[in-house]
């Protein structure tokens, strides 16, 4: 008969460790505010964005802000691909790309050369500066 009191025993205190466990987590969810976002310049997910209600143009992967009187200029490969967007403003210009390469892979240092060669050729500079999210590739034409 002991065997089976003992079993009880294991049986009512799994049921409080749960119930211990239960209202624990359930302390610690009402306690924690939700985070704010940890880029307050972006770049953010859709449901992210702020709602400053500034004009941007939608470019699939990217929204980029666009002030008045900047003209937009869509870039397109002799395929017809779409490759780069380009904002001008004034004497400035903005050129907009989107990569996708996976993110173990350390294709960037490589691509990163490749468009700074390029930039160099066509008579521009480009140099290598440590950003928030790593390294950045600072250009000028």
């Given at each position: ?7 009880k025993?294991?049986?009512?205190d799994?049921?409080?460790v ?12 009402a306690e924690s ?12 997910d859709?449901?992210?964005?702020p709602?400053d ?12 802000p666009v002030p008045?009187?900047?003209?937009v ?5 002799p395929e017809?691909?779409v490759?780069a ?6 004497t400035?210009?903005?050129q ?6 996976p993110r173990?892979s350390g294709?960037?240092?490589?691509v990163?050369g ?5 930039l160099?050729?066509?008579g521009g500079?480009a140099t290598?500066?440590e ?11």
């Amino acid at each position: 008969m002991s065997v089976f009191r003992r079993r009880k025993n294991q049986d009512a205190d799994e049921t409080e460790v749960a119930a211990v466990v239960e209202e624990a987590a359930a302390a610690v969810e009402a306690e924690s505010p939700a985070p704010e976002p940890s880029r307050p310049l972006g770049p953010w997910d859709e449901a992210d964005a702020p709602d400053d209600e500034l004009n941007r143009i939608d470019l699939g992967g990217l929204r980029v802000p666009v002030p008045p009187s900047t003209e937009v200029r869509v870039d397109v490969s002799p395929e017809g691909e779409v490759v780069a967007a380009t904002l001008v403003q004034g004497t400035s210009a903005m050129q907009v790309n989107a990569f996708a390469a996976p993110r173990r892979s350390g294709i960037w240092d490589e691509v990163r050369g490749e468009i700074a060669a390029a930039l160099r050729e066509s008579g521009g500079s480009a140099t290598d500066a440590e950003g928030p999210y790593g390294t950045e590739l600072h250009a000028s034409v």
